[in-house]
Each structure stands twice: as C-alpha cells, then as structure tokens.
C-alpha cells in the first residue's frame, strides 16, 4: 500500500501530472476548435492570429522540443482555420512546403553540405585543419577571435559560414574548454550579420531583387539600392561589435552562457542532451601536413568560387566542391570511392534533424500567412507611425515577426508591399528604411530558437538549437536594443 497522492493506478502507470498534462492539451486543442468553429469565413482573424505562434514559444521553452513546437503550432493554426478539415489540411500544408522551391533548395543545400563536411571529416581533413591552427593559437581568445575571423572570411552564405566554421573550429574551441554553446554563439552572430553587410552574398541578391519587384528601384538597379542602405543596416554593424568583444572577453558571458562556460571549464564543453557527431577513433590527419591543410583550404575555395561563378548559388556550388572533393580525393588514393559516397549519405542523414526544424518553420508560417498575422500586427501599429518612429517601429515590429515565423525571406515578401507606401507616404529616407527592415531580417533570426541559421551553427557545433538560443539571448537582446535606439536617433 503506498501514500503517495501523484498515482491513479499503479498498473496503469497514469499520474496525476501526466492526466493534469494531457487534460490541458485537450483543453486547448478545444479552445482552437471553438474559435475555428465561431470565427466567420472571409473575415480577419485579430488578435487570435498570435495564438499559434504563442502555442509554439510555450510548447518549446516548457519542452526545449523545437521540432513538435513547430508542428504544434502549425496544427492548432489550422484548427482555427478549418477544424473539420484538419487532416487533409495537414497533409495539403505539408505537400505545399515540400513542393516549395526554397525549401527544395534548402534541403538540397543542407543535405548536400552534411555530405561534403562529412567526406572532409573522413578524408581527415578537418583534422588537418584544425591541428594545424592548434599550433597557432596560444590562447581561449586566439581561439575565439580566429573563429570570428574566419566567420568575416566566408560571407557568401549564412549556411556554409554556419556549417564549415562550427565543424573546423569544434576540436580547437574544444582544447581550450570553450562551450559548445559559445562556439555557437561565436559562428551564428558571425554569419547573418557579415551576410546582410557584404552586397556579394545570398542576403544580398534575395532582398535586392525584393527592392525591384517592389519598385523601390528600377530593374538591374536593386543591387545599388541596397548598397545605398548598408550604413543604416545597424544590427549587422552591433551584432558584429558585440561579437567581437565577446571573443575579445571584453564582455563577461551572461546568463546562460555563464553557466555553460562554467560547465565547459569543469571539462564539459558539450552540453548533456546533445549529440555531436562521432565519426570514429580510425580518422588520422594526412601524413603531409601541408596537404591535409590544402584537402580543407581547396575545397572551401572552390565551393565559395563555384557559388560566386553561378550567380552567387549555393546549391550549384556545394555541388562543384563535392565533385571536386572526389576527384581531390580520388587522385591521392586517400578514400575508397564507396567510403566517399557513404560518407555523403551519412552527412545527409545528419542535416535530417536541422532540416525537419526548418520545414516546420515553414508550415508554421504557410499557416501564419493563413490567418493573416503580419497584416494584424502591421497594421495595428500603422496609426502610430510618424516619420520619426517609423524606422524604429518598423525594425521592433518586423524583428518580432521574423522571431516568431522565422521566415526573414517570405515575411518580407509579405511585409514590403505594405512597409513601403508607408514610408513614402510618411516621406521617410527610404535608404534607412531599407537599413531597418534587412536589419529586422538579421536581428529576428538570429534570436529565433528555430531559424535556420540558429539550427545550423547549433548542429555543427554540437548543441541543441534551444541551448544555442538561450545562451545567445542575452547578447542579441542587447544589439536589438542598441540598434533601436539607433533608428530612434537617426530617425
């Protein structure tokens, strides 16, 4: 006989709490099936627009589960949406992103790139790399201020800065008992920042071809436009400082990161729940040292060329370096052909997880776009707006829907139809204008617990994308403030 009050039934195994759970899970699921069920066809949705991806911020911080958050939030949005339908809603949701081009090209990206890093990994290379650079560094600082260099170096793509850099940098970072966390933190606020400031990347040519289908500049003339804002893109210029200091160890580590580094320095660089990637004890540098550093260095510069010779493509570049890598490594006899092919398979099963993150992102906002929440939340603030506040409104309101959605790229497709005329109407500085919205891209993913770039560099360094996100808070919190008040002042 036992007196404890949490068990129902000691053979079932039910517990009070586990009932108290799934009772409010069914009470929610409920209150979305009424508000489906009362809200009339061809109307706005309001403030209920918010509640899915508020569904998503608690399920995840309560369950550190992006994945089923993502998934979470998307089936009680389309609950609201449609509640007897809500099956073939989530199969035509999901078909729907599947077929999309953008994350065709991203898992092709991503799938591909695991493959390459992998067959580097095999191939030893990384190794190579990075015991050549240990030889280097003397230092915790060295270490990190040469992970930010190396960060500035390769500004083409947010993805492969967030990939590469994590990977070759982890066994470094590692010897000097520097948390997986803060390597995280050191590559991610890296990437999107150097991405939005260096008019020759993927950031570049997706949000200038935005400026002309918007007609804020003629055709061909995008590219200009957006070099015309680049002083005003303020969080990739903070973000950049911030970083810096912190590698610097000019800025004391807060908050979570404290306790990850306290844990790192105990011999713990790996936080407990995540996995990191064992590619075996048998993996051995290049006999030639200076030919294992250059099996690294060759494929990276011809993945970068490559991506730049295709109009700054990714996809056509990772697919040159892999071909590339074959026959760099074929030509050395130093991979069987099958071990190579098994090695890209295997780094395609690692993107796995990343990339379910990313096609829930997604979803969640294909049903965001549903029930109307960037046009709610954009056009609750506009009777505010005046010239002055505008650039800082719209950087806050836009950073908030990127955070939410992250969708940096499909929100504003959404968002500059309607941020636009505003401005021009306010007769606002259309370069700062510009400045805070690719400001507002940068800031919202790179705070978001489920953004792509945020999964990556989480993947590649070996953490969670939660224990990633919370420990960087802190410090994207203090640029999006900071670059508030920027626009505040300037405007």
């Known amino acids: 006989m036992t007196t404890e009050t949490t068990s129902l039934s000691p053979s079932g195994g039910i517990t ?15 209150g979305f099936i009424i508000i489906g069920n009362l809200h009339e066809p061809d109307t706005p949705y309001g403030w209920y627009s918010l509640l899915p991806t508020t569904v998503v911020l608690a399920f ?17 949005g389309l609950l609201m949406v449609e509640p007897t339908e809500i099956v073939g809603n989530v199969v035509d949701i999901s078909l729907a992103v599947m077929m999309d081009e953008t994350i065709g090209w991203i898992i092709l990206v991503c799938g591909l790139m695991g493959g390459l890093i992998t067959m580097l990994e095999k191939g030893g290379s990384i190794l190579s790399f ?17 992970t930010f260099l190396l960060g500035i170096l390769i500004f083409i793509d947010d993805y492969l800065n967030a990939i590469a850099i994590s990977s070759s940098m982890k066994r470094i970072t590692d010897s000097y008992k520097i948390s997986r966390e803060k390597l995280a ?64 160890q000019k800025l004391p580590d807060l908050g979570a990161m404290k306790k990850a580094e306290q844990r790192a320095a105990q011999g713990q660089t790996k936080p407990d729940g995540a996995e990191d990637i ?30 730049w010779f295709y109009d700054i493509d990714l996809l056509a570049g990772v ?11 074929g030509v050395q006899n130093l991979l069987p052909m099958d071990a190579m092919f098994d090695a890209i398979y295997e780094g395609i099963k690692i993107m796995l997880l990343p990339l379910a993150t990313v096609i829930g992102g997604f979803m969640l906002k294909s049903v965001n776009d549903q029930i109307g929440l960037t046009q709610y939340v954009i056009e609750s603030v506009a009777p505010i707006l005046s010239p002055q506040l505008l650039p800082a409104i719209v950087f806050v309101i836009l950073t908030m829907l990127v955070f939410a959605t992250a969708s940096s790229w499909g929100l504003f497709a959404v968002a500059m139809p309607i941020v ?72």
């Open 16 to 30: 009070f709490q586990r009932l108290s759970v799934m009772t409010l899970v069914l009470a929610i699921l409920a």
């Open 60 to 76: 995840a911080l309560l369950t550190h589960r992006t994945v089923e958050a993502l998934f979470a939030g998307a089936i009680v």
């Open 130 to 146: 990075s015991e050549a650079l240990v030889t280097r560094v003397k230092s915790r600082r060295q270490s990190m201020v040469l």
């Open 185 to 248: 933190y050191l590559v991610d606020s890296t990437a999107a920042p150097i991405c939005i400031l260096v008019p020759i990347s993927t950031w570049a040519i997706f949000f200038a071809s935005l400026l002309e289908a918007n007609h804020i500049t003629e055709s061909g003339n995008g590219l200009t436009s957006y070099i015309s804002a680049i002083p005003y893109m303020a969080y990739g210029w903070v973000t950049l400082i911030i970083v810096f200091l912190v590698a610097m």
């Open 278 to 307: 064992d590619f075996g004890a048998d993996i051995k540098k290049h006999p030639n040292s200076l030919m294992g550093i250059m099996n690294f260095i060759l494929p990276m510069v011809v993945l970068v060329a490559a991506s």
């Open 319 to 329: 697919f040159v370096a892999i071909l590339f890598t074959i026959f760099l490594y």
């Open 420 to 491: 636009f005329p505003l401005a021009q109407q306010l007769d606002v500085s259309m370069p700062l204008v510009i400045g805070a919205i690719i400001s507002s891209a940068a800031a919202g993913s790179h705070s978001c617990f489920f953004s792509d770039s945020t999964v990556l560099s989480a993947q590649g360094s070996g953490c969670t994308a939660m224990q990633h996100a919370i420990t960087q808070a802190p410090y994207a919190l203090i640029g999006i403030i900071l670059t508030t008040v920027f626009f505040l002042v300037v405007g």
